[in-house]
């Protein structure tokens, strides 16, 4: 019998997948649908949680914003 670890590596691999694809009738998979669709093999914090650690991270600010790194002499 396999290893629960990979079966957890799997499931959060499959659920990252479906992050941000459209279900079959049109709409964004929610992270409930998801934790339903894994025969509740994880919950929706799990799914909440494996989407947040794989979005990729924000842009930088715009220049002259305030909100970055930006030297006096730019």
């Given at each position: 019998m396999p290893e629960p670890w990979g079966m957890a590596a799997w499931v959060k691999a499959w659920a990252q997948g479906l992050q941000g694809?459209?279900?079959?009738?049109?709409?964004?998979?929610?992270?409930?649908?998801?934790?339903?669709?894994?025969g509740k093999l994880i919950t929706q914090e799990s799914v909440g949680k494996y989407w947040r650690e794989a979005a990729p991270p924000p842009p930088p600010p715009p220049p002259g914003t305030g909100q970055g790194l930006e030297l006096p002499f730019d």
């Open positions: 694809k459209t279900a079959p009738d049109g709409h964004r998979y929610t992270e409930d649908e998801v934790a339903t669709l894994s």
